[in-house]
């Protein structure tokens, strides 16, 4: 370095040097300093923000899995109520039916039968009352061959026919039920007594008969 009024002595010359270089280096150094202290300021508000950050998401998802949970314990407790089954009343037992309660008709296949056939009988009992009613129908009505002048009982149904189990049959206003019956052509007793005997060519009339329920009679004919 030159100075306007010539060259420093030399001992002046390297303290100076010194003394700038001195500068400068704590110059540099404050720079340094400076730049660190910022630059630590910067880090740690960083991680303050990112810590800030990563409170606010973990109070974010806190808030939303509490939101989700508040949804879900909403969505239980507002689900559909169980539904109730009613069951429906049983229905009132039927009374029994009374004889005046019931009604029968007798039938006759065919009005003539030739000796040795096997003629064929029908019966319809009908509820003729306006209510439902109850009958024990194990033993069905019975058909009754009597002469024509009903003076003589040739052959029932029962007789040589033991009466089935109870049955209890329930009929609804107005509701009918059919039976039917062959008669091979003898005569018999109750209890199936005595010898059946052929019943001869002849003009005869059948009953049907339910307990003391007896219907009109039909006329047939038997012939030779």
Request: include cysteine; charge should be neutral; hydrophobic fraction near 40%.
């Amino acid at each position: 370095m030159l100075e306007p009024n010539g060259p420093l002595p030399p001992e002046i010359y390297w303290r100076r040097r010194a003394l700038a270089i001195g500068v400068i280096v704590v110059a540099l150094a404050i720079v340094v300093w400076l730049v660190t202290m910022v630059a630590r300021g910067g880090d740690s508000s960083g991680s303050g923000a990112a810590a800030s950050s990563t409170t606010v998401a973990s109070t974010s998802q806190t808030s939303s899995a509490t939101s989700s949970a508040a949804a879900s314990s909403s969505v239980t407790s507002t689900s559909a109520p169980a539904s109730s089954t009613t069951s429906a009343a049983p229905e009132p037992a039927a009374q029994p039916c009374s004889d005046q309660s019931l009604a029968l008709k007798v039938t006759v296949n065919q009005p003539t039968y030739r000796v040795g056939d096997q003629p064929g009988f029908g019966t319809v009992i009908t509820n003729i009352s306006t209510a439902a009613c109850s009958r024990d129908l194990g033993a069905g009505p019975q058909f009754l061959v009597y002469t024509l002048d009903g003076q003589r009982r040739l052959w029932a149904s029962n007789d040589c026919t033991p009466d089935g189990p109870p049955e209890v049959k329930t009929l609804k206003a107005g509701e009918q039920l059919s039976y039917k019956g062959t008669w091979f052509g003898t005569t018999s007793q109750p209890q199936c007594a005595g010898e059946r005997l052929p019943v001869p060519a002849g003009a005869y009339m059948v009953v049907a008969q339910l307990g003391s329920i007896r219907s009109a009679a039909e006329p047939f004919n038997l012939a030779d």
